[in-house]
């Protein structure tokens, strides 16, 4: 199987935070790298708030996010796009990997899953403990009685996708020519308990419809990239290029994080702190004391 690809087309970039939580310096970072990424080759950037997750997006995390970026001088085209006015594409999405016999519920609680993280014989791929495939041989009785009867995630079958979709590839302007590895990262959830869709599904499509060409997001998100990559095949979608860039790490070396309270963008605007002088730094590297610019 085979996706289309997007040749001849303008570069068209997205940023895509998610308003669980107010933005902070690596956040800037991001948008600066992707808004410079566009404008450089006379492209467009996209806004598209990730809030598919409806119990933690928050309206004022929305205006907070349109706030910090005009504070840093970054503009975006078209009106700002929302997951969660997109909810019945996932649905469709998923329901046609269902159909192909690519989806297993599982049953999974977080504990049972916390039990099995930490068995000695686990196998950890780059983005953590890989799924060991409790549900996946259920029998079809067993999977139909507890579906009446217990909450459930959906899984994507790897290994059926996999037969489905064969060898798979993608460019990387960082690091060339990938081969998709997607066992890397095991039976990832597609359809989560708690929420419509998971990121991996949302993405995928999201990044289809808003015809993105070249992908500008953090090396921590790389390794999502061997499933990206095998869903876009799966559901006939175009390749994009990808630019997986640095990320701004902690003193300990931890990406930063949104409970950073000090790190916020927010703090530093309502501070009086002058928004384009430090998207001026970010764009030279010149960070606050503690923090570091991985080295990928």
Not at 20 to 40: E, S
Not at 96 to 119: E, N
Not at 221 to 242: D, E, V
Request: glycine share 8%.
């Amino acid at each position: 199987m085979t996706s289309r690809g997007y040749l001849g087309q303008d570069v068209v970039v997205r940023f895509a935070p998610s308003p669980n939580g107010l933005l902070h310096l690596g956040h800037a970072y991001a948008a600066c790298v992707a808004y410079d990424y566009a404008r450089d080759r006379g492209g467009k950037l996209l806004l598209r708030i990730e809030d598919i997750d409806l119990g933690r997006s928050k309206p004022e995390f929305v205006d907070a996010i349109l706030a910090d970026l005009q504070w840093l001088g970054l503009d975006w085209d078209g009106p700002v796009i929302f997951q969660s006015e997109r909810l019945a594409s996932y649905t469709k999405a998923g329901e046609q990997l269902k159909a192909k016999g690519l989806l297993y519920p599982c049953f999974c609680t977080r504990s049972s899953m916390r039990a099995v993280q930490q068995d000695e014989g686990v196998v950890v791929g780059p983005d953590g403990p890989i799924y060991p495939g409790t549900c996946r041989n259920l029998s079809p009785s067993d999977r139909s009685q507890r579906m009446k009867a217990e909450p459930h995630s959906w899984r994507l079958d790897v290994e059926e996708a996999i037969c489905l979709s064969g060898d798979l590839f993608w460019h990387d302007e960082t690091h060339g020519k990938q081969t998709a590895d997607p066992r890397a990262l095991g039976d990832v959830v597609l359809i989560p308990k708690e929420t419509p869709v998971s990121y991996h599904l949302a993405v995928t499509l999201d990044d289809a419809r808003d015809e993105i060409t070249h992908v500008v997001r953090g090396e921590d998100l790389f390794a999502s990239t061997h499933i990206h990559r095998l869903l876009q095949a799966l559901l006939n979608l175009p390749i994009p290029q990808y630019i997986h860039h640095p990320v701004l790490l902690d003193q300990t070396g931890v990406k930063l994080s949104k409970s950073r309270d000090s790190a916020s963008l927010a703090v530093l605007r309502e501070a009086g702190r002058p928004g384009y002088l430090i998207a001026d730094h970010l764009r030279k590297n010149i960070f606050p004391v503690g923090i570091t610019l991985s080295k990928g």
